[in-house]
């Protein structure tokens, strides 16, 4: 097993260890994040029905019309935070339960939550 298989079964081992703990309901949704090389994505889940209530990432057609080519891959994400929490605003979500999916809480992913607070998520 070759480092980067090695680095992504240690990051699903700490997903479905955070996953068994933490649920989302339609007043509380689960904020799931995934990021890949370039691109940061993020959605609203609601894990009693299965269903996605919103959902933002750096490939949206609103996003690109923010996102400079000069930006660094953490200011995307800080991009993708704001969009999210907007379009949460507008389903009347202000509460959500944060799934970081087994990234560190370090780079894209503390710019991404940290902008999701400042425009209005609680979590």
Same mark, same amino acid.
């Given at each position: ?13 700490? !997903? ?5 703990? &933490? ?9 799931? &994040?995934?990021?890949?090389?370039? @691109? ?5 889940? +609601? ?8 959902? %933002?990432?750096? &490939? +949206?057609?609103? %996003?690109?019309?923010?996102?400079? =080519?000069?930006?660094? !891959? ?10 999210? %929490?907007?379009? =949460?605003? =507008? !389903?009347? &979500? !202000?509460?959500?339960?944060? +799934?970081? @999916? ?10 991404? =939550? ?10």
């Amino acid at each position: 097993m070759n480092r980067f298989e090695l680095k992504k079964t240690r990051r699903v081992r700490r !997903k479905l260890s955070v996953r068994r703990s &933490i649920k989302g309901t339609s007043a509380k949704p689960r904020l799931s &994040i995934f990021r890949s090389l370039n @691109n940061f994505f993020a959605q609203l889940i +609601d894990d009693t029905t299965g269903a996605t209530l919103a959902s %933002a990432s750096t &490939i +949206d057609t609103e %996003a690109k019309g923010m996102i400079k =080519a000069e930006m660094s !891959k953490s200011e995307k994400s800080k991009v993708v935070g704001s969009l999210i %929490a907007k379009r =949460a605003q =507008a !389903k009347d &979500i !202000k509460q959500v339960v944060f +799934d970081r @999916n087994g990234y560190n809480y370090h780079g894209r992913v503390k710019a991404f =939550a940290e902008s999701a607070r400042e425009n209005g998520l609680q979590f």
